[in-house]
């Protein structure tokens, strides 16, 4: 009987920690990174290569949008742990640090050697550019093959995987709560009495978002396609800026109870635009891999 009441208990916990386990703080939740994936597919430019283009292609990177979360589960420790702070940066902490360098062990040096955790000020822009800079690798390995009449089937599985998992990094950064220390209720001082309670971040993120946003609501306001010039990096950190300005913005929709239910219509305008900025930057940032990846690079083996 003991016995029997242990398993009930332990049943029990277990579900209810499934239940509260989107609290944690992903963006988006599944409904809204797929939505992002799949607008930013569908707006590709027509010089992108037909197989990133396909209805195929459309339906493996939707359904990768929500994958990086997947992967923040207690069942793998490790893996959460490495990978959890690659989905935001708490721009107030990264700026205290000086200017951001672009390559990730740089940072981490750079936090290490000012006595801080560089997992607590988050590796958005890094993990993202990594991921990019996969893609456009295998992108720059399709045109070779492609140009030796040999079999592409592989690499095009590569590059379709690479801007799926590239796409949740982005959305993730058009979420406003993932650039700032703001994430999850106010902290620090307080004067127009924003909420402190622990779930703004969920509550606009995941059901509000599910209820209420489609493709027909967030596609009007995509930005019209372009190639990214300059550095990725910069543009993409100038991108975590810009969706940053809008975090306290978050906090008034919340506190005039913009994301109970149907919200209003500030608030599905608001988030409508901020899903349509997640999916333009993303369509741009696979454009541009695309377009990077015909530049000549030095064989990194040297011709060996």
Do not use: C
Request: proline share 6%.
């Amino acid at each position: 009987m003991l016995r029997t009441r242990l398993s009930l208990l332990i049943a029990f916990a277990l579900g209810v920690a499934a239940l509260i386990q989107p609290s944690i703080g992903y963006a988006w939740g599944n409904e809204g990174h797929s939505l992002i994936n799949k607008l930013a597919v569908h707006h590709l430019p027509a010089d992108v290569p037909a197989f990133l283009r396909s209805d195929d292609a459309a339906r493996t990177i939707e359904y990768l949008g929500p994958e990086p979360d997947r992967w923040r589960s207690p069942g793998e420790p490790e893996l959460n742990a490495a990978q959890a702070p690659e989905h935001f940066i708490d721009l107030e902490l990264a700026d205290t640090l000086g200017p951001l360098p672009r390559r990730r062990l740089d940072f981490e040096a750079k936090a290490f050697a000012a006595g801080q955790r560089p997992e607590k000020i988050g590796l958005q822009p890094w993990e993202t550019t990594e991921v990019w800079q996969r893609l456009k690798a295998a992108l720059r390995e399709y045109r070779r093959l492609s140009a030796e009449g040999r079999d592409t089937h592989g690499v095009e599985q590569a590059a379709i995987f690479y801007a799926g998992w590239l796409g949740h990094y982005v959305a993730d950064g058009a979420q406003p709560l993932h650039a700032t220390i703001q994430y999850n209720g106010w902290v620090g001082a307080n004067p127009h009495g924003y909420t402190t309670e622990h779930k703004i971040h969920w509550q606009f993120e995941g059901p509000f978002v599910d209820a209420n946003l489609g493709a027909l609501t967030v596609e009007p306001k995509m930005s019209p396609a372009h190639a990214i010039d300059g550095d990725l990096f910069d543009a993409y950190v100038a991108y975590l800026r810009h969706s940053g300005t809008f975090a306290e913005q978050v906090y008034q929709l919340e506190k005039a109870g913009g994301f109970v239910g149907a919200g209003s219509a500030e608030s599905r305008d608001f988030t409508a635009a901020r899903l349509a900025d997640g999916a333009s930057m993303l369509r741009d940032m696979i454009y541009t891999a695309w377009l990077e990846s015909a530049k000549p690079v030095a064989d990194p083996y040297g011709g060996k």
